[in-house]
């Protein structure tokens, strides 16, 4: 067998030599590119589908991983986020408000007339100007401070109320009864308009102050009032704690 060979190898090289130069070029390079076909077939070829492959599954895992990051993102986001925190702000800004009231409070409760005090004081300064004529003195009905906010916030958001009760501790048994009270006085007197002007005055330098919450001055003229006579009719309260009012 190995005399086989070296004869089919001696007759081939005996064939190589015989060609010319050209042709030699055209055989070596046929058998390079056959050498190189058996390389791809048996080595390369195999390693380069690996490479795909594992590239594929790449590819594939760090989409997954991706993906699981997003929900993760989604998830820390929704544990952060707070249905109730429109409700808790709204809380937090009538706490404030309230804290707020209080501290103003405080401070005028040194200035302010005491609610049974009040009519006297009215009465008293009309006492001084005997050109004025009282037609009325009445007072009003007592209101809590903080009853306009209270309803606002109900009117926003029924669903603030039960909240709004656990923030100032209010059992659902309980009703609320707000800290501070509004107690009114409403009083129309008749005159001249410098007397009218001189009462409002007086209302305003007196050492004990109450507050303003509106005038309407009537000049309007009937049949038992006459020029120069004007009707001025003013409602003013004062704050207290106690939501008692006590008669005129």
């Known amino acids: 067998m190995i005399a086989s ?31 190189y076909v058996a390389i791809n077939m048996l080595l390369l070829e195999p390693v380069l589908l690996q490479k795909k492959s594992l590239t594929n599954a790449i590819v594939a895992d760090e989409a997954q991983v991706q993906a699981l990051r997003q929900q993760l993102k989604q998830y820390a986001q929704q544990n952060v986020t707070d249905p109730d925190v429109q409700n808790k702000q709204r809380i937090a800004a009538l706490q404030s408000n309230l804290q707020s009231l209080e501290i103003q409070l405080n401070s005028l409760q040194t200035t302010l007339i005491k609610p049974d005090k009040m009519p006297a004081l009215l009465r ?33 958001n029924p669903a603030v109320t039960a909240q709004v009760q656990d923030a100032l501790q209010i059992t659902s048994s309980e009703k609320y009864i707000a800290p501070v009270f509004k107690h009114g006085v409403e009083i129309t007197v008749e005159g001249r308009y410098l007397d009218l ?27 038992t009032r006459q020029w120069p006579s004007n009707r001025l009719k003013l409602t003013v309260y004062t704050l207290s704690l106690d939501q008692t009012w006590l008669s005129i």
Request: proline fraction near 2%; glycine fraction near 2%; hydrophobic fraction near 50%.
């Open 5 to 35: 060979l070296t004869q089919s190898w001696a007759s081939m090289a005996k064939k190589f030599e015989a060609l010319n130069q050209r042709e030699r070029w055209l055989v070596f390079g046929a058998l390079l590119a056959v050498v």
């Open 124 to 156: 008293s300064l009309l006492q001084k100007n005997s050109k004025l004529k009282l037609i009325e003195l009445k007072t009003l009905a007592t209101t809590g401070l903080l009853d306009n906010v209270a309803a606002e916030a109900s009117a926003q």
């Open 197 to 223: 002007l001189a009462y409002v005055s007086d209302l305003e330098q007196m050492p004990w102050h109450i507050l303003w919450s509106k005038a309407a001055l009537n000049t309007d003229l009937s049949p």
